[in-house]
């Protein structure tokens, strides 16, 4: 499976890492399976790759049966929550596990000068032309599962 690169802001990046969020809300279905390896890119004004996670669970339902089941894991208000999906007939709820931060998160700024990567606006998965950094990342996250 290759991993998926999953942009966020830098409050919710930091949440998962904390491990205060464990469910990431996205408005579009992902199709990926569980055990997915997840690189987390903290949007600006972080732009830097800040961590890796693990995809334990994807559930594509309405809104309001999303909101019933991981509102306390979105770390999200109700506000929050119905403005980010405002218009959208489905929501998906991605569960994280092993959050793991990264001891010295490659920049943006980094990753575009040696491999011209550009962050998705939402996730795109891990091209083998992308910098070997992020694939060291996944790598970093599976030799922890194993240990």
Request: aromatic share 6%; glycine share 4%; proline share 8%.
């Amino acid at each position: 499976m290759r991993p998926l690169v999953l942009s966020l802001k830098p409050r919710f990046a930091s949440a998962i890492l904390n491990g205060d969020k464990t469910v990431e809300l996205r408005r579009q279905r992902v199709a990926a399976p569980p055990q997915t390896q997840l690189i987390l890119y903290a949007s600006a004004p972080v732009m830097a790759v800040v961590g890796v996670a693990l995809l334990l669970d994807s559930e594509t339902d309405t809104a309001q049966l999303i909101w019933r089941r991981h509102r306390r894991k979105l770390g999200l208000t109700r506000a929050e929550f119905d403005t980010y999906l405002c218009g959208s007939p489905t929501a998906t709820a991605l569960t994280l596990g092993f959050p793991t931060e990264l001891p010295d998160p490659p920049s943006l700024a980094m990753l575009r000068a040696e491999s011209g990567f550009h962050p998705p606006q939402s996730y795109r998965y891990l091209h083998s032309g992308d910098h070997q950094i992020l694939h060291s990342a996944a790598d970093h996250l599976m030799k922890r599962l194993v240990s």
